[in-house]
């Protein structure tokens, strides 16, 4: 995608219809470490208050049944033999 003089990019159509991106629509870029993302404006926001809403609805429940983190992630996906553990 190259960007022209006047600092102007075109959204592919497949991109477009997967937001639901129309003519008018407003779109936000997201600048970040990695680079940067394009937002349908008020998309990122609702799927940020959504999840935080959700995690809190969890906070507190998710029992490791007196397992420590580490046994846990072993117990998970079974012992790694790549990392020493002493």
């Known amino acids: 995608m190259r960007v022209t ?11 477009r219809d997967r937001l639901g991106i129309t003519p008018g629509s407003d779109v936000e870029f997201v600048v970040a470490d990695e680079g940067v993302m394009l937002v349908k404006v008020g998309d990122a926001r609702d799927a940020f208050q959504s999840f935080d809403d959700w995690a809190k609805s ?5 029992d490791l049944n007196g397992l420590s983190v580490d046994e ?7 012992p ?6 002493h």
Do not use: A, N, S, Y
């Open 58 to 62: 969890v906070e507190g429940r998710f």
């Open 80 to 85: 790694r033999d790549d990392l020493d553990r």
């Open 5 to 15: 003089e006047k600092g102007q990019v075109t959204i592919p159509k497949d991109i």
């Open 72 to 78: 846990h992630m072993d117990w998970l996906r079974g």
